[in-house]
């Protein structure tokens, strides 16, 4: 049989290949702490399943493919909170950011296109851009720099006439960059200058730690037909299995053609969006103040720990929550494979998300890994403990 070459050119996700060892780790009694995967275990509000609860329709019926009103206008009522003015008419509901960000770039990319993403950057990118038939050309970054990436001299000269748009993750994931009112301001201007779009993945806009306000690239009205925000429900309120997420843009052309793909799957889950919608009415700044604060914790216990590991090397993320390390071994997938399949303390193990499949260039990220910060202190800091102790056998074995 043959298949398309497209999805040949995919790879299996780095967060998620490792489910069958960690299942067989598992079996053999192990428990294993999880850093690999952005699931909170914050609680999800109870206004969503309460929301649910009350639905009394006699039938379950389509969504409209656009988006339920209710939540279009509840979108719209939490941007216009922040200072974004934005109408109905700029919103699209979809099935999560991931199916945001799937339906844009199957708008705006094609065979032999490319679009900049700085590296590293979330690996599911390299997904969403492959099927299309384009590709992703690197914007490189370093941790020495803390991962910053929005200079002009760095950027154009990667601008050919193939690029078609420039997608950022803001706050940054796998980094925890924070981009500053004036390198937002410089991704605009060369996205302006280039007639290029500029996709700005913001899921994980109210966790930031530092006394900045909340940005959007949407408060750069100037350059309305050139922004895309793509955002969820799924980080802000603990809710990723709902997939409620959102397309916003000012550029109607785009919306019209990401109106045909909407209408191809019909519509968003009709619950989801209704649940979705009372979330954003019941919750607000102190509810995402409380949050913000819980995760400024769990950082500050992974940084304090990750300090007792001799060798490794980080930054301590501005927000989002997540952290790349460079870690003192040859090779983190296969100390992935060492702690799932042999070692243990105690019965206890970790697995996290091995950096390479964040990066497009060859050779890069082979001993990172990115750490996602969601489940409670002591078990973060369980965690970096046995990912201390399991560097120091896996070395050890690795001399011998």
Known sequence: MKFSGRIERCALSPIRKFHPYVVAAQAQGKKVYHLNIGQPDVPTP?????????FRESVLAYAPSPGVEVYLDAVKDYYCGLGFEVGREDILATYGGSEALQIVLSCILG?????LVPEPFYPNYMTFVNVTGAAIRP????????????????????????TRAIMVTNPGNPTGVVLSKEEMGVLVDIAKKHDLFLIGDEVY???????EPLSSFLEFTGAAENIVVVDSISKRFSATGA??????SRNHELLGHALKICQGRLCAATLDQIGAAALYRALGEGYYAEIREQYRSRRDAVVESL??????????????????VKLPVD?????????????DDGGDTVMYAPGEGFYATPGMGKNEIRIAYVTKEE??????????????????????
């Open 46 to 54: 109870r206004a969503f399943f309460d929301a649910i609860g009350d």
């Open 111 to 115: 065979e032999g296109d490319e679009i």
């Open 139 to 162: 914007i490189p970054t370093s941790g020495a720099e803390g991962y910053r990436f929005a200079f002009r001299d760095r950027i154009e000269p990667l601008i050919n006439d193939r």
């Open 205 to 211: 806009r109210e966790l930031v730690y530092g006394d």
């Open 243 to 248: 997939r409620v997420g959102a397309i916003l």
């Open 307 to 324: 300090k007792n590991i001799p060798g490794a090397e980080f930054r301590c993320p501005e927000g989002a929550f997540y952290l790349m």
């Open 331 to 343: 090779d983190a997938e296969k100390l992935q494979y060492f702690l799932l399949q042999e070692f």
């Open 379 to 400: 078990d973060l800091r369980r965690a970096i403990e046995l990912l201390g102790l399991g560097i120091a056998a896996y070395n050890k074995k690795q001399k011998e």
